[in-house]
């Protein structure tokens, strides 16, 4: 069971960057592939970004594609999101989640394919 601790969430200004970060804790973090989703006050969770265990298979939603980049480091046990031109409809908590691995027929986008999950982090963008 892996365990998923969230942090970096914070308000900034519109236009500005933030980079959050997920710590993993439990067994082949390196196998997992890793997600962020976010959801806003009386929103449904929305997909955000995911990567596989190597890093060759990321994919983005439509509304984050070349603001949002995801990473990870898996000698840090440790998964990124660096977001930049942030907007006030980002306002979210952002949640790290794991999955089984990605392959090219089964790339996830929905809450239930990622079994665990952080306990998210705010990101509050002002105008």
């Known amino acids: 069971q892996v365990q998923l601790v969230e942090s970096g969430g914070r308000s900034v200004q519109t236009g500005g960057s933030l980079r959050v970060s997920c710590v993993a804790s439990g067994p082949a973090f390196g196998t997992r592939a890793m997600g962020w989703l976010r959801q806003a006050p009386g929103k449904e969770r929305e997909f955000v970004a995911a990567?596989?265990?190597?890093?060759?298979?990321?994919y983005y939603e439509d509304f984050v594609k070349g603001r949002f980049t995801i990473s990870r480091d898996n000698a840090k046990n440790t998964l990124y999101l660096q977001m930049n031109s942030l907007q006030p409809e980002d306002t979210a908590a952002y949640y790290c989640a794991a999955t089984r691995p990605l392959s090219s027929t089964w790339l996830p986008s929905k809450s239930a394919d990622f079994p665990s999950w952080g306990r998210g982090s705010q990101v509050t963008v002002s105008s």
């Open positions: 990567i596989d265990g190597s890093g060759t298979i990321i």
